[in-house]
């Protein structure tokens, strides 16, 4: 969509965000127990060694344009012997694999254009160990949870989106943006977004909570590609931006139009602070500041509590911009208000397009001529499904509200609706969903910011949780990355509250009257593990069904302790056209260690996996960070 702009440029706008959502209700349950099976000599697993220390992130990679360096590489550390391939008692041989340490993360993105520099390596890895294992069983079930990928758009040699990890500009530092969203001027795009105080401890130890939120300074960042942000300083700082900004107790969830009118940038953000509660407005000659604070606006016309909830900025294709948002108590009224045409430095009275549930998280793309308003849970800052209601006017009337497609099995990538960015590409228009993962930096999963594509059946728009993507900003077209995970909800943080059944997954017992499963805190990476223990003796499955995968080759994997000794216990992958895949859990294994099923030749586009066990009262096993990648052909 384009905006009119300076003489000299030409800035097309994308949309711009909200924050913060919720947990939401259960993922799917039910499904067939996995029963313990007989006979077979057992997978090996390995257990752990001291995990490594994670290496230094290099540098992002340069700009599309001119494919840039590539990031340098951490230091990679010793390997040690991995665990011994076994026999699955249905045959086929299984491939297991065990290590006990964590790779270093890699900045945000990889090949850039069609001469990208390639993607940081991870950090030292560590030692793995070794051990025999035990008998491994068979079983037979139903279907679990399910879930699937859409196919890609179209062949993509774009730069690679990597979800779940905090991302890095181009000078390797930690990119600082909540609540605020993305303009687009000539062939660059402008990210604008808010820098808490408890930012930098949370990236630095994100298993614990961090709850604060005191303001730090509206960052700006460029990129031509989507993926390989430049910071460009900070655009409003409340250390140099004058008093009314220093004085801020609370500034987020805001954007930024270009008018051409006055020829002016304005940034528009809910404020509370010294100079009193409403909408604050700074102006700039540049898209990337410093903006001047001009004023605050205490209220907006026909808004319930004449202030507003959780906004943000859209920008039509004519250039018109709207604050999308709700209202500030109760938050069940959804609204749409234009800011004034002449120079946006204020908010027209506002027309309510819906009322209902409370909302927040509030946001808006348009696609085929419809205008979409999304939203979250009510639930504070936590992950969340999407509702949407969509309309061929942008003042409406809305239809129905409905659950965006593919939300409900991992919380919309345990997110909260943030902002959606349109790429008006040459081949075709890619709507990105740019989820906001914060929940008041209290540890539910890696990574602030999380992008996902759209897809659409004609104008009905579903959501693609993938872990890694390519995108060509050019083109429009995109492409599911080659490391993609297909587990859902993979870490178990989008429940964010103690739980028996996790979202996109299914639990199940043959031990009556027991539940011998649930969420815990201390997870190998996060807040959450997956407990199966139990007070007396017990059976339990753990089980997802991942659904239009392309065939080929997986590993599944998952970091496990186990108490050891059980009769039965289990990593499996089944109903994949194959022969069911075992590895056993029944080796003592004191220290998060990963344990993976190797050689997993998909050829009928699904696969169930989970773990199994049968154990006795004392015994239990702690489960996290579970996935399932292609790893060829």
């Given at each position: ?9 030409s ?8 924050l ?7 993922g ?5 127990q ?24 290099g540098s ?13 590489s ?7 012997t991995s665990?011994?391939?076994g ?7 299984a491939?297991?694999t065990?290590s ?6 890699a ?8 001469s ?11 030692a793995?160990?070794?051990?025999t ?9 139903g ?15 774009g ?6 990890r ?7 530092n ?5 609540g605020g969203?993305?303009?687009?001027v000539?062939?660059?795009?402008y990210?604008?977004?808010?820098k ?11 298993t614990?909570d ?19 942000w ?6 409003l700082?409340?250390?140099?931006s004058g ?22 940038y ?24 410093a903006?001047?604070?001009?004023h ?26 709207y604050?999308?948002?709700s209202?500030s108590?109760?938050?069940s ?19 309510r397009?819906?009322g ?14 419809h205008?979409y308003?999304?939203?979250s ?31 409900d099995?991992d ?7 943030g902002?959606?960015?349109?790429v ?11 989820g ?8 539910n ?18 959501f ?24 859902l909800?993979p ?12 979202a996109?997954w ?16 201390g997870g ?5 593990n ?39 216990a ?47 009262a ?10 399932l ?5």
């Amino acid at each position: 969509m384009r905006v009119p702009s300076p003489p000299s440029i030409s800035p097309r706008a994308v949309v711009l965000l909200v924050l913060c959502a919720s947990c939401g209700d259960n993922g799917s349950s039910g499904g067939s127990q996995r029963g313990a099976g007989s006979g077979g000599s057992g997978a090996v697993t390995a257990s752990g060694g001291a995990a490594g220390t994670s290496g230094s992130a290099g540098s992002g990679a340069g700009p599309a344009s001119s494919g840039g360096a590539a990031a340098a590489s951490g230091t990679s550390g010793t390997s040690g012997t991995s665990g011994t391939s076994g026999t699955p008692s249905t045959g086929g041989t299984a491939g297991v694999t065990a290590s006990g340490g964590d790779g270093g993360s890699a900045p945000n993105g990889g090949a850039a254009g069609a001469s990208g520099g390639a993607s940081a390596s991870g950090g030292t890895a560590g030692a793995s160990g070794r051990a025999t294992g035990g008998a491994s069983g068979r079983a037979t079930g139903g279907a679990g949870a399910t879930g699937g990928t859409a196919g890609a758009s179209g062949a993509s040699s774009g730069a690679l989106i990597q979800n779940d990890r905090f991302w890095k500009d181009t000078s390797g530092n930690p990119i600082y943006s909540q609540g605020g969203g993305v303009i687009q001027v000539s062939d660059t795009y402008y990210w604008y977004g808010v820098k808490y105080d408890g930012a930098p401890t949370y990236e630095a130890n994100p298993t614990k909570d961090n709850s604060d939120t005191s303001f730090n300074a509206v960052t700006c960042y460029s990129s031509q590609d989507l993926v390989n942000w430049k910071f460009e300083g900070n655009a409003l700082a409340a250390s140099d931006s004058g008093t009314e900004v220093a004085g801020a107790s609370w500034l987020g969830r805001l954007g930024v139009a270009y008018n051409k009118n006055t020829q002016k940038y304005v940034l528009v953000s809910q404020y509370q602070g010294t100079a009193g509660d409403g909408e604050l407005f700074a102006t700039s000659d540049t898209p990337t500041g410093a903006f001047t604070f001009d004023h605050i606006q205490a209220t907006v016309e026909n808004v319930a509590n004449q202030t507003t909830g959780d906004q943000t900025l859209f920008i039509d294709d004519d250039g018109s911009a709207y604050v999308v948002c709700s209202s500030s108590m109760g938050r069940s009224n959804l609204y749409v208000a234009p800011l004034h045409a002449a120079d946006y430095l204020s908010v027209d009275a506002a027309t309510r397009i819906f009322g209902g549930p409370g909302r927040e998280g509030n946001a808006m793309f348009k696609y085929a001529d419809h205008y979409y308003f999304c939203s979250s849970d009510l639930h504070g800052w936590n992950a969340s499904h999407t509702y949407c209601i969509s309309a061929t006017n942008i003042m409406g009337p809305y239809g129905t509200e409905f659950v965006l497609a593919n939300t409900d099995a991992d919380f919309s990538h345990v997110t909260q609706t943030g902002f959606f960015v349109t790429v008006q590409g040459s081949a075709q228009q890619t709507v990105i969903f740019a989820g906001d993962r914060w929940a008041d930096f209290a540890g539910n999963g890696l990574g602030f910011n999380q992008w996902m594509p759209l897809t659409f059946d004609g104008t009905t728009p579903a959501f693609q949780s993938l872990s890694e993507w390519s995108l060509d900003a050019v083109t429009g077209e995109w492409s599911v990355g080659p490391d993609n995970n297909y587990a859902l909800n993979p870490s178990f943080e989008a429940d964010r509250v103690t739980m028996t059944v996790p979202a996109g997954w299914t639990t199940s017992s043959t031990t009556s009257g027991a539940t011998p499963y649930t969420n815990a805190s201390g997870g190998h990476t996060g807040n959450w593990n997956w407990t199966l223990s139990n007070g007396a003796d017990y059976q339990a499955t753990l089980e997802q069904t991942a659904k239009n995968l392309p065939n080929g080759t997986y590993t599944l994997s998952a970091w496990v302790k186990s108490s050891g000794g059980q009769a039965v216990a289990n990593l499996y992958a089944a109903d994949f056209g194959g022969s069911d895949l075992n590895a056993s859990l029944t080796k003592a294994l004191s220290a998060w260690t990963e344990v993976s099923l190797t050689g997993i030749a998909v050829t009928n586009g699904s696969c169930r996996f989970g773990v199994t066990t049968t154990a006795s009262a004392s015994q239990s096993l702690h489960l996290d960070d579970f996935s399932l990648v292609r790893t060829g052909p």
